[in-house]
């Protein structure tokens, strides 16, 4: 064990490999090369600091893509008489959003498309934001959202954090990570 760590520590000082902690076993930490991308499964993703599920930076961000969807939709219905070419043109994919989030450089990593898709698809189930499938180019589906013009009230049933979490799939009743122990559903519940 004493060469092992001494082992592990002289690479991590030369930074041919570094050390990530598993968002769902914060003891326990996983070895890797240095330049290599830790999975979301490990880290949590961007919604995670070490083991701490970011709400307040997934708020933030669900507000701002809300915003940018609103403004679309306002310039397409002032620059579209056709109701037809505003609904077009009012209408952002998913690399639209990644886009606008970069410029936003309200996040300190680089957003991937999955995870803008959890935050558009977070609007979709609050019933603020409406998802579109069109077909492009060699037929490819591909999805758009646009704001919905009249925001319905929202329920505290679609606040949960369950809806945002990327552990969801791993989440079990009295498994490692379970809703149980898991500290925002408590802290919803107590809303």
């Not at 603020?128 to 704001?147: Q, S």
Request: charged content about 25%; some cysteine.
């Amino acid at each position: 064990a004493v060469v092992s760590t001494q082992s592990t520590g002289v690479l991590e000082s030369k930074k041919a490999i570094k050390s990530v902690r598993p968002v769902n076993d914060s003891k326990k930490k996983v070895y890797m090369l240095y330049d290599s991308k830790p999975d979301s499964s490990l880290t949590g993703g961007a919604w995670y600091n070490q083991s701490d599920f970011e709400t307040e930076f997934v708020d933030i961000l669900g507000r701002q893509v809300l915003t940018f969807l609103q403004r679309q939709r306002a310039h397409a219905e002032v620059t579209h008489s056709d109701p037809m070419a505003a609904q077009r043109n009012m209408m952002v994919d998913i690399k639209q959003v990644k886009n606008f989030i970069s410029q936003l450089g309200i996040s300190k990593v680089e957003l991937e498309e999955e995870e803008v898709k959890q935050i558009l698809e977070s609007l979709v189930f609050d019933g603020f934001v409406c998802r579109t499938y069109m077909l492009g180019e060699g037929g490819k589906r591909i999805t758009f959202y646009r704001a919905i013009k009249h925001q319905p009230l929202t329920s505290g049933l679609s606040r949960v954090p369950c809806g945002v979490c990327p552990l969801l799939s791993q989440c079990t009743p009295g498994g490692q990570v379970s809703p149980n122990s898991c500290v925002y559903m408590k802290e919803w519940l107590m809303f």
